[in-house]
């Protein structure tokens, strides 16, 4: 059964330090891992789709890195605007559709 | 483009009642998906749309939940009779190929709570 535990389960920072959000993921061939962003109220924001180890993707201050086992979200220089759940989830190579395996997200605070 | 509409935002009703979500995926959307969020819980899958037909409905909780799409364009999940456990936040999404290399867009769902 495909798993996905994201750590930690909230993270609170100043404004300016960086850090990172870690997805753990245990599924039968990888098909892609994606990262989300979620605003209270709303649904899921999509932000990078990841495919194979050592793959990066890079959006303003955030950037996504994949393992075999694990992928990391960096923030860098956060601001209070990056304030959100982060979420990963993956999707497995044997499915016939494309449905996602998600893990329980990251709550991210960011204070000025 | 408009994106991913889901109706109600909320919805309050009590046990044994039936309750019916809607979803209006973006147009040209052949793939339309169902998740749903119970408290302190993750994300999880309950089926998958190609227009008209389920491509997967593995994730369907019990034969309560009852999902259709109309001529391939919007679709409803029809919960009956709801139970407490039914609570949660549901999802609808939709993308355009499977597997979808720019995920899915999902809506800003539907708060359902049982009491």
């Known amino acids: 059964e495909d798993q996905v535990t994201q750590s930690p389960e909230a993270l609170r920072l100043q404004e300016g330090e960086s850090s990172s959000l870690n997805c753990s993921y245990t599924?039968?061939?990888?098909?892609?891992l994606f990262w989300y962003r979620q605003d209270p109220g709303k649904g899921p924001e999509f932000l990078f789709t990841?495919?194979?180890a050592g793959e990066e993707k890079e959006k303003e201050r955030l950037k996504a890195t994949l393992t075999k086992k694990e992928s990391f979200l960096h923030i860098t220089a956060p601001k209070p605007e990056d304030s959100a759940t982060y979420l990963c989830?993956?999707?497995?190579?044997?499915?016939?559709?494309?449905?996602?395996?998600f893990g329980e997200g990251t709550q991210l605070t960011v204070n000025p | 483009e408009a994106g991913v509409t889901q109706f109600p935002s909320h919805s309050v009703i009590e046990k044994g009642q039936t309750v019916t979500l809607r979803c209006d995926p973006i147009?040209?959307?052949?793939?339309l998906y169902w998740y749903r969020r119970v408290m302190g819980k993750e994300i999880k899958f309950l089926l998958h749309?190609?227009?008209?037909?389920?491509?997967?409905e593995s994730g369907m909780p019990n034969n309560r939940f009852l999902a259709e799409r109309t001529g391939g364009t919007y679709s409803t999940l029809k919960v009956q009779p709801a139970e407490l456990e039914d609570s949660g936040v549901y999802f609808c999404?939709?993308?355009?190929?499977?597997?979808?290399?720019?995920?899915?867009?999902f809506g800003s769902g539907t708060r359902l709570t049982v009491v």
């Open positions: 147009s040209g959307h052949d793939n």
């Open positions: 749309f190609v227009k008209e037909s389920k491509q997967d």
């Open positions: 989830a993956v999707q497995a190579a044997r499915t016939s559709g494309s449905r996602l395996t």
């Open positions: 990841l495919y194979s």
């Open positions: 599924v039968s061939g990888l098909r892609g």
């Open positions: 999404a939709s993308s355009k190929r499977t597997p979808g290399p720019s995920g899915y867009t």
